[in-house]
Every structure is written in structure tokens, then in C-alpha cells.
């Protein structure tokens, strides 16, 4: 075990050594409390000229139409996993040195590898996650609901369901809890969430319902 911290703490595995912690905080913190990612908008190329910024890095780098968070943590993955093979088993600098573009090309590769299946998912998934879902009544699945954070399960019309962000505002949140239930009256389309009310006080049982009631 010292070994391998010795070799992750050393260059050029450490560059990405500290990267890898924040993305496994990340996920961690996602597990456990929720967290969301929007979909990183663009094509498939340098060709979206209105794209800037974050967005247009990400579509520049063929790696947009998922969550950011999915190809930058297997960028950044890969490439840690590349630079600490190249510090196990080369000694000169300059070949070590040589190591970081080739982890991040791999990172890159591993990454664009993943984006490619995913992107069908999360297209179809995006497609249904706008103003289908308002009037729809939803199960919270974190522990609270606030103007900042939240996520909850809604059913689509063919029967599949997803997890969309939500938020709630004022005393309406606090009654919201993980297993309740929420009607979702209002899409935010710039921060990509749903405004959502307690709709009654008890949790869900059964499937979820599907329409306002009448």
C-alpha cells in the first residue's frame, strides 16, 4: 500500500491523483445526497459556432449530450490510471514527461468511447423531462426538497420512469421528504428543474400517479 501511494503521490501521476479525489468526493456525495448534472448541450464537432464557453469546450471535445460529470470523471480516470502506469515503469524524466499526453489522448479515447452509447439515452431522456412532466405527480428521492436541491421520480406517458431535479420554495419544501409525494407545477428551463408542491402527506404506495386528479 505504501508503494502505491508513493507512486500515485509522484510525477506524473500526481497531476491527476488529486483530480481523482474530487471525482470520487463527487460521486460519493452524489450516492449519498443526490446530485445532479445538466446535459452538456452542442453536436458532435467544432461546428456549433453559437456554442461557447464550458458547453462548447465539451462539444469541441466531442464529448457533449451527456452530464459533464460522465466523461470528464472517466477522462480523468483513465489518464490517472495511464500516468500512474508510466510512473511505475519508466524511470527517465523525459519519458515520464512523455506520459502525460499519451493519458490524457487515453482519458479522451475512454471518455468519447462512453459518450457515444449514452448520448441516445440521454436524448431521449431530455426529450421527455420538459413541460410532459408538469401537472404529473412525482416521489421524492432525497432526504429534503429545497429552492437549491432536490430530485424525485416521475413517470413519463410510456410508462418508463426518470429522475428529474426539483425544487421547492419556503414552507412548502419542508413537507417534503424522501418517499413523498410532490405535484409539479412549473419547468425552469434555464436551470433545467421543476418547481414542485406537497400533494399530500402521506408517502406513495403503488405506481406512481400519472395525471392531476379530477
Known amino acids: 500500500m505504501g508503494d502505491f501511494f508513493t507512486t500515485a503521490m509522484a510525477f506524473p501521476a500526481v497531476i491527476f491523483t488529486f483530480p481523482l479525489a474530487v471525482v470520487l468526493l463527487y460521486w460519493i456525495f452524489g450516492v449519498l445526497f443526490g446530485v445532479g448534472g445538466s446535459v452538456a448541450e452542442g453536436g458532435d464537432g467544432a461546428g456549433d459556432g453559437d456554442i461557447g464557453g464550458f458547453a462548447g469546450v465539451m462539444a469541441l471535445l466531442g464529448l457533449s449530450g451527456v452530464p459533464a460529470a460522465i466523461p470528464l470523471s472517466m477522462l480523468i480516470a483513465v489518464a490517472w ?24 489522448v487515453a482519458g479522451w479515447g475512454a471518455a468519447r468511447l462512453t459518450v457515444l452509447p449514452l448520448r441516445r439515452v440521454f436524448a431521449a431522456e431530455t426529450g421527455s ?54 405535484l409539479i407545477f412549473g419547468y425552469e428551463p434555464e436551470r433545467e428543474f421543476f418547481w414542485v408542491a406537497p400533494y399530500d402527506a402521506g408517502p406513495a404506495t403503488g405506481h406512481l400517479e400519472n395525471q392531476l386528479p379530477r
Do not use: N, W, Y
Not at 81 to 104: Q, Y
Not at 140 to 161: H, L, M
Open 81 to 104: 490510471f495511464t500516468a500512474m502506469a508510466g510512473t511505475e515503469l519508466l524511470d527517465a524524466t523525459a519519458l515520464r514527461v512523455a506520459t502525460l499526453p499519451v493519458a490524457l
Open 129 to 182: 423531462q420538459h413541460e410532459d412532466f408538469v401537472g404529473k405527480v412525482c416521489v421524492v428521492r432525497t432526504s429534503r426538497v429545497t429552492a437549491e436541491f432536490g430530485q424525485a421520480e416521475v413517470t413519463a406517458q410510456d410508462g418508463g420512469t426518470a429522475i428529474v431535479q426539483v425544487r421547492a420554495e419556503g414552507p412548502e419544501g419542508a413537507d417534503l421528504g424522501a418517499g413523498s409525494r410532490a
